[in-house]
């Protein structure tokens, strides 16, 4: 597999195709994408560290900005979260990213990347 970021890497493999990019001017969410077989509209954020104000920053961006099926925030940080997160928004962290990896196919892409 090409050299290329994980978030574009897991993207392609679950069918997604970005029909937005807010990253360098809306900070609250990286890209809007959509999942085409089941017409879903999906926001995401991945950062590789992280705050609980920044996840509650997207949360709220989410929530009042919708028509989102599904939201995932992505970080190798370790939050903990007090409050609850719409049912519609996933935290990922480390571990939860790399079982989503495995199930994606990308096992090949975290051994390149850990050695």
Request: charged fraction near 25%.
């Amino acid at each position: 597999m090409k050299k290329i970021e994980f978030n574009r890497a897991f993207y392609i493999k679950a069918g997604l195709q970005r029909i937005n990019s807010l990253g360098s001017t809306q900070k609250s969410t990286g890209g809007i994408y959509i999942e085409p077989l089941r017409n879903r509209r999906i926001a995401m954020q991945a950062k590789t560290s992280t705050s609980v104000a920044r996840v509650k920053e997207f949360a709220e961006f989410v929530e009042n900005n919708g028509d989102f099926d599904l939201a995932y925030f992505a970080t190798h940080s370790h939050i903990r979260l007090s409050d609850e997160l719409s049912d519609i928004i996933e935290l990922l962290d480390a571990p939860k990213l790399s079982k989503k990896a495995i199930q994606q196919g990308l096992v090949d892409w975290l051994i390149e990347r850990a050695i």
